[in-house]
């Protein structure tokens, strides 16, 4: 089965083509605007080069945020479009906090894993794990204190974008690994989504927001 991932929620757009689980091919591009006008032409590119048609996906894995308003919007719109247009496509959402987690090797894995997201703001989009990577706490938008006062006392892994702004300050924490990933890893965004579907757990795309969208009304 071929499956096609993608990202345009932060300061990046990423796709990734698997059959399987070997990778076919991967596109990324840093970019703090424009990553939807990128997304379409590259992923025909993609199709074309290893002589593909949109018909022959199995899966559609699209992230799901958090991440900005305009990107996360584009990424599953695009979904959404793709869905309707080929409805024997299998499509599902991940979560970026999924992703980061599926992409920490197990022998960084602590009791604690928290992944924690850019937010370009004073705050964190944070989420935490335990050595299962099943999932432990709400997604939330968290201070530098409150993140320090949740972790206080446990042996903890961090991963994430967020996480090199996050120790520029001494935080006192007992840390079993650290990972300052710059992006979030498409492969594992793609392989989240192969789980979700052997495991017959798809669910439909709905962007995760941990804030509303920074916009104001002109006068």
Same mark, same amino acid.
């Given at each position: 089965?071929?499956?096609?991932?993608?990202?345009?929620?932060?300061?990046?757009?990423?796709?990734?083509?698997?059959?399987?689980?070997?990778?076919?091919?991967?596109?990324?591009? &840093?970019?703090?605007? $424009?990553?939807?006008?990128?997304?379409?032409?590259?992923?025909?590119?993609?199709?074309?080069?290893? +002589?593909?048609?949109?018909?022959?996906? $199995?899966?559609?894995?699209?992230?799901? @945020?958090?991440? /900005?308003?305009? @990107?996360?919007? =584009? !990424?599953? *719109? *695009?979904?959404?479009?793709?869905?309707?247009?080929?409805?024997?496509?299998?499509?599902?959402?991940?979560?970026?906090? &999924? *992703?980061?987690?599926?992409?920490?090797?197990?022998?960084?894995?602590? =009791?604690?894993?928290?992944?924690?997201?850019?937010? +370009?703001?004073?705050?964190?989009?944070?989420?935490?794990?335990?050595?299962?990577? &099943?999932?432990? /706490?709400?997604?939330?938008?968290? =201070?530098?204190?409150?993140?320090?006062?949740?972790? +206080?006392?446990?042996?903890?892994?961090?991963?994430?974008? @967020?996480?090199?702004?996050?120790?520029?300050?001494? !935080?006192?924490?007992?840390?079993?690994?650290?990972?300052?990933?710059?992006?979030?890893?498409?492969? =594992?965004? *793609?392989?989240? @989504?192969?789980?979700?579907?052997?495991?017959?757990?798809?669910?439909?795309?709905?962007?995760?927001?941990?804030?509303?969208?920074?916009?104001?009304? +002109?006068?």
């Amino acid at each position: 089965m071929y499956t096609l991932a993608f990202d345009t929620t932060s300061s990046n757009c990423s796709i990734a083509l698997l059959s399987g689980n070997k990778v076919l091919d991967k596109f990324e591009q &840093e970019m703090e605007f $424009g990553q939807a006008e990128v997304l379409m032409p590259q992923i025909n590119k993609m199709l074309d080069q290893q +002589k593909l048609r949109f018909a022959d996906l $199995g899966l559609l894995c699209v992230c799901i @945020g958090p991440g /900005s308003f305009t @990107g996360v919007r =584009s !990424s599953i *719109a *695009a979904t959404r479009a793709f869905s309707l247009a080929s409805p024997q496509l299998s499509v599902t959402g991940v979560s970026a906090f &999924e *992703a980061y987690m599926q992409s920490l090797d197990d022998f960084d894995l602590s =009791s604690y894993n928290a992944v924690i997201i850019e937010t +370009k703001r004073d705050d964190f989009y944070f989420q935490l794990f335990n050595g299962k990577r &099943e999932k432990i /706490s709400d997604t939330e938008a968290l =201070s530098y204190e409150q993140i320090i006062d949740t972790l +206080k006392g446990k042996t903890v892994s961090l991963i994430g974008n @967020g996480v090199e702004r996050f120790l520029e300050k001494p !935080s006192g924490l007992v840390l079993h690994s650290i990972h300052m990933e710059k992006n979030l890893p498409i492969i =594992s965004l *793609a392989e989240c @989504g192969l789980q979700k579907y052997n495991a017959h757990k798809l669910n439909y795309p709905k962007p995760l927001y941990l804030r509303a969208p920074d916009v104001c009304v +002109k006068s």
